[in-house]
């Protein structure tokens, strides 16, 4: 049986920045990362980009870190495995192929896939999820041909690959079950802007409607929606969530939620287990509250917290974290918890004219989240009202105008 020191599961960012990581304080203590794809780390950002998607593109650029690193790191990556299996007790981790490995210290950073899209005749060709190199590239191969596309959900994926679509001229119908675009984490007057910019660039949206079932033999060829209308399309992808796979750790004894529950210092309830990255479901110090995040920069920086805690530090995770893209000339933010849940209140600031809002979300008299529409040079500044518990009594007026500049208030 191999045994390892530090060993990693999860080839991604943050497996792979706690691994560099840990080796800056400890040169020579063996490291492991198991990894469920054959690629080596590289940039899950790039794959909703349309660089990508070109005949252009290289594919060196997506590269975050090359074989040679690893090498050179004197860490060990084994890919095209997964854990199956985890004895706490006893410090052993079993893997897909059978192999068991024993570990002193142990990172879960297996991040989160796509949630499965489950009605009649889904599991036809032709239907994508993007959330991997693999997915990408199916994706990239069948825009060569595709005529008519579609979309199925609002949110980030859905928007950055209907971009992607009308760049490469492809027909494009969004379906939304909502009655408006990412309801209700946006509000109607920020969601109005956002569906303008898609239909004036040629996308089609169905709100309040829903698939029942998808048509065609071996290949998808149309979608039926509740209400009997067909369309017809050469490609689906559904981007209906995520959802971390926990189901290897049920006898394992750690504390699971929708995620694996950790504290500041992202440990486990289980000595010398640490998770990072999506799955982490962490004790956040800035917004007092638990809360689960599926970013390039916070999975990155609890790779970095994790790794100095795995080698003996001891220091808790602070990030406002913080989702930008844009696309068909709108910018969209999220910072902090944008959840609109029951306990929390809105203060929006924007206008119709100028297609840019922005609602700050108020819990206990701080703000602890925003969403911006076409504000992006507002991003740091509420960062910083975030970070720093900025306490709204008296400024309410101020706040609500889309006029005033945060930086009167920010001390």
Not at 260 to 282: H, M, R
Not at 286 to 295: S, W
Not at 352 to 366: C, M, N, Q, Y
Request: hydrophobic share 40%; net charge negative.
């Amino acid at each position: 049986m191999k045994e390892i020191k530090y060993l990693i599961i999860g080839g991604g960012i943050a497996g792979t920045t706690a691994a560099e990581t840990i080796r800056h304080s400890d040169a020579s203590g063996p490291i492991a990362i198991i990894s469920e794809e054959l690629y080596p780390v590289y940039s899950r950002v790039m794959l909703s980009k349309r660089d990508f998607y070109s005949e252009e593109w290289e594919e060196d650029k997506i590269w975050f870190r090359k074989p040679d690193w690893y090498q050179k790191e004197n860490i060990e990556l084994i890919v095209g495995k997964s854990a199956v299996g985890l004895d706490a007790g006893k410090k052993i981790v079993r893997l897909n192929d059978g192999n068991e490995i024993k570990y002193e210290k142990l990172l879960i950073a297996t991040g989160s896939c796509a949630r499965k899209w489950i009605i009649p005749g889904s599991d036809k060709k032709n239907i994508f999820t993007l959330r991997s190199l693999n997915d990408a590239k199916a994706i990239r191969e069948r825009m060569q041909t595709a005529k008519k596309a579609v979309a199925i959900g609002g949110g980030f994926v859905s928007f950055e690959m209907c971009h992607i679509l009308r760049q490469f001229n492809i027909d494009t119908t969004l379906v939304l079950r909502e009655s408006y675009y990412w309801e209700p984490v946006l509000s109607e007057d920020e969601a109005v802007v956002v569906e303008e910019a898609l239909v004036k660039n040629g996308i089609k949206i169905l709100k309040n409607s829903e698939v029942s079932e998808v048509t065609g033999g071996e290949f998808a060829e149309s979608i039926i929606l509740k209400d009997g209308t067909k369309i017809d399309c050469d490609m689906i992808i559904p981007g209906i969530g995520v959802i971390c796979s926990l189901d290897w750790l049920k006898n394992s004894g750690i504390e699971t939620n929708k995620g694996i529950l950790t504290n500041e210092y992202l440990e486990t309830s289980i000595p010398d287990i640490w998770a990072s990255g999506d799955v982490a479901e962490f004790n956040d110090l800035i917004l007092e509250e638990r809360v689960q995040l599926g970013n390039w920069l916070n999975a990155q920086q609890q790779g970095r917290i994790v790794g100095l805690n795995m080698a003996g530090k001891k220091e808790s995770f602070h990030l406002v974290s913080s989702y930008s893209t844009s696309g068909f000339g709108v910018s969209i933010c999220f910072v902090g918890d944008v959840r609109p849940e029951t306990d929390r209140t809105m203060i929006g600031r924007g206008n119709k004219e100028t297609k840019s809002w922005a609602r700050l979300i108020i819990k206990d008299g701080e703000i602890i989240g925003a969403t911006m529409i076409n504000r992006t040079p507002e991003l740091s500044l509420v960062s910083k009202l975030i970070s720093t518990d900025f306490k709204i009594s008296g400024h309410e007026k101020e706040l609500a105008d889309p006029n005033f500049d945060l930086k009167r208030i920010i001390v």
